[in-house]
């Protein structure tokens, strides 16, 4: 018998508990799991960086945290932990986040605003281009971004992705590293940016970044908030060389009120919702880590401390 503490916010334990009980019985793996256990009985953690779980130091036989969020800028430098972090890659989350990108980038390939709203009547006799006559890249090309990728090719888009190390996704033109950012926004008729929030992504996109991209271009962003200098993107959208940002996460959540983003006429704001964990398959992944644990396999979806993602 192992002991599985949920350390996530009491509304997560009732969405969850239910889910990771049927997938321990599935998987054959019995467990005590609770949201209250002595720290030093505590073999796995399931965990969400905003819970009050902060410090580790007594969780002494504890053999692997499990993230229930992708991202995991808020728990890479915390240094009370020093087991394996895992980070969530549910299927449910990435099937969220590629119909929440592609019906953005829908949005501003077939210009679908002005027709949408047009009080006065206008009639606009042009027909948007057909998707392989556009292209789209991918700032980050991880489980979300390659998933997203792949629907927008599916579709018919030119796609460019970028990394930082080299990838390989067919029909994708995979760039990478600093040499190959430039590369990749230059083709950026739409950027799409599901990158993780490290010490080498903060303001990825700023004032020269924004500038490579091509005039009247369009940026997504669902990755995180630091990706992008605020300051830098409203200069952008004023001088029309961007011509309008859809912003999911930002760095400071909720995005206060008298933030310019709320605003201004070129920015749609969605208030971090463009995809989340689901129970059910997140909760498969979560057992599938302890199984691997208990059968000295190594664990999926590891973090790289070192790179913070
Ligand atoms: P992954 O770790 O699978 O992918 C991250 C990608 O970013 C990889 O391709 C990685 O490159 C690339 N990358 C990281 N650092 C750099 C860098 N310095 N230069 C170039 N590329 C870099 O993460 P996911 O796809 O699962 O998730 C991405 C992010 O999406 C999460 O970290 C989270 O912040 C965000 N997210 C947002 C949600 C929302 O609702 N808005 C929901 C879920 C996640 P490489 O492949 O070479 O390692
Ligand atoms: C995540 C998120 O990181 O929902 O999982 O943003």
Known sequence: MINILFAARPE??????????????????????????APEEVDYIVYAPNSDL??????????????????????????????PLARMVDPGLTTGMVEWVTGHVMRYHLGMDAHIVNPSHVWRPSTPPLAREREVVILGLGALGTACAQMLLALGFRVTGWSRSPKAVDGVTCLYGEAGLAEALARAEIAVTPLPDTPATTNILNAKTLAMMPRGAFLINPGRGPLIDDAALIAALDDGHIAHATLDVFRVEPLPQDHPFWAHPQVTVTPHIAAETRAITASETIVENIRRGEAGEPYISLVDRALGY
């Open 12 to 37: 997560r334990w009732t969405t969850y508990e239910a889910p990771l009980r049927t997938a321990l019985d599935t998987a054959g793996i019995e467990a005590h799991l609770a949201q209250d256990i």
């Open 54 to 83: 902060q410090d580790f130091t007594p969780y002494t036989r504890a053999r692997a945290v499990l993230n229930l969020w992708a991202g995991v800028e808020k728990i890479t430098g915390n240094q009370t932990l020093k087991i």
